[in-house]
C-alpha cells in the first residue's frame, strides 16, 4: 500500500484542482441575495440615549423566549467571524483556488451576521446593551480550531456547516414570524452550499489518503462542537435549544452526522490499512454510543414535558 502523506503544502496542492472545480460550481450555483431585503425597516424605532428614543424592554418583543436564545446564540456564532477567517486563512491559504474560495466564503458568512442583528435590533427582539456586551465577550474570547490539520478540518466543517444549516433552519420554523423564517431560510441555504463545498473536497481526499481522513472523520465525530461553544453561559442556552427540538442529540446523529457519512460512503470503503479499519471500528462503536445518547435524551424531554403538562393541568 502507498505510504499516505498528512503534510499540508503538499495536501493542499493536491487538492487544489478540486477546490478549484468546486469553486466554479459553488459561484455558479450561488444566488446572490441582499440582506436589507428581508429586514422590516418599517418596524423599527430609535432606542434611548443620544438620538432620545425608546428604551428596550422585554414585552417589545414578538418571539419567544428559545426563538430569542437560539437567534442570539445564532448570531454571535457568526459575530466571531474574524477568527474563523484567521484559522481558515492560515491553514489553507490566500492564493489561488484555496485563497478565493476562502474570501468568497468570509464574504458569504459575513451577510449572515448583518442580516440576522438588523432583524433582531428592528423588531426589537433583543436587549440591545446586552447583545452588544454579549457580543464584546464573545469575540474577544475569540476562536481556535480544535482541529488545525487539513483532513480533520475539513472533516469538521464539512458537519459544522450542515449542523448550522439544520440550526438556522429551526429556529426561522420555531419562531412563528414568517419574516424571520424567511431570512434564516436564505441564511440556511448559504450554509447548505458551503457543506457542499466542504464535503466534496473531504470525498478527494479519501480519495488521495484514505485511512487518514477515516482518522480524521473518527476525530471529529468523538469531539465535535459547535463553534459557538465559547458563548457566555452556552451550556445553559444549548440546553434550552435542544429542549425546544430546534438542535439536539437526535438532529445531530440523524440529520448532520449519518447524512455526511453516508453521502462519503465511510462505513462501505474498502482497501483500509490496518490502522484506516480500527479507526472505521471505532467509529461505528462511537455512533452507537451517540445514537444511545440521544434516545436518552428523547426520553429525559418527554419526560419533562409530560410532568410540565401534568402540572399546567
Known amino acids: 500500500m502507498t505510504t499516505e502523506t498528512t503534510d499540508?503544502?503538499?495536501l493542499l496542492r493536491e487538492l487544489e484542482p478540486v477546490v478549484e472545480t468546486n469553486l466554479n460550481r459553488h459561484l455558479?450555483?450561488?444566488k446572490e441575495w441582499f440582506p436589507h431585503e428581508y429586514?422590516?425597516?418599517?418596524?423599527?424605532?430609535?432606542?434611548d440615549g443620544p438620538l432620545g428614543g425608546q428604551a428596550w424592554e422585554p414585552s417589545q418583543s414578538k418571539l419567544s423566549e428559545v426563538a430569542r436564545t437560539s437567534l442570539i446564540v445564532n448570531l454571535l456564532t457568526e459575530d466571531n467571524l474574524p477568527s474563523y477567517h484567521h484559522e481558515i486563512a492560515t491553514l489553507y491559504g490566500r492564493d489561488g483556488a484555496w485563497g478565493t474560495w476562502v474570501h468568497r466564503w468570509t464574504?458569504?458568512?459575513g451577510r449572515h451576521g448583518v442580516a440576522i442583528r438588523d432583524y433582531l435590533l428592528t423588531t426589537r427582539a433583543v436587549d440591545p446593551i446586552a447583545l452588544e456586551r454579549a457580543r464584546m465577550v464573545h469575540m474577544e474570547t475569540g476562536f481556535t480550531a480544535d482541529h488545525p490539520d487539513v483532513l480533520g478540518s475539513l472533516s469538521y466543517v464539512s458537519m459544522q456547516e450542515l449542523a448550522t444549516r439544520v440550526?438556522?433552519?429551526?429556529?426561522?420554523?420555531?419562531?412563528?414570524?414568517?419574516?424571520c423564517d424567511?431570512?434564516?431560510?436564505?441564511?440556511?441555504a448559504d450554509e447548505n452550499l458551503h457543506m457542499l463545498f466542504y464535503r466534496n473536497l473531504l470525498m478527494a481526499s479519501f480519495e488521495l489518503v484514505p485511512?487518514?481522513?477515516?482518522?480524521?472523520?473518527?476525530?471529529?465525530?468523538k469531539s465535535f462542537q459547535m463553534p459557538g461553544h465559547t458563548i457566555e453561559n452556552f451550556g445553559r442556552k444549548s440546553v434550552q435549544i435542544a429542549m425546544a427540538g430546534i438542535y439536539d442529540l437526535r438532529i445531530h446523529h440523524d440529520e448532520v452526522v449519518m447524512p455526511?457519512?453516508?453521502q462519503l460512503k465511510v462505513l462501505e470503503r474498502t482497501g483500509l490499512s490496518a490502522e484506516g479499519e480500527r479507526a472505521r471500528e471505532e467509529l461505528v462503536e462511537v455512533l452507537g454510543k451517540l445514537d444511545a445518547a440521544a434516545s436518552r435524551f428523547e426520553e429525559k424531554r418527554a419526560a419533562n414535558l409530560a410532568r410540565a403538562a401534568a402540572r399546567a393541568a
Not at 429586514?39 to 432606542?47: E, I, R
Not at 440550526?167 to 419574516?179: E, F
Open 107 to 109: 464574504a458569504e458568512e
Open 167 to 179: 440550526a438556522h433552519r429551526n429556529t426561522g420554523r420555531i419562531s412563528g414570524d414568517p419574516i
Open 211 to 221: 485511512n487518514a481522513t477515516m482518522e480524521a472523520i473518527l476525530r471529529v465525530v
Open 28 to 30: 455558479a450555483t450561488a
Open 39 to 47: 429586514v422590516p425597516w418599517s418596524q423599527g424605532s430609535d432606542f
Open 260 to 262: 455526511v457519512l453516508r
Open 8 to 10: 499540508t503544502l503538499v
Open 182 to 188: 424567511a431570512l434564516l431560510a436564505k441564511v440556511a
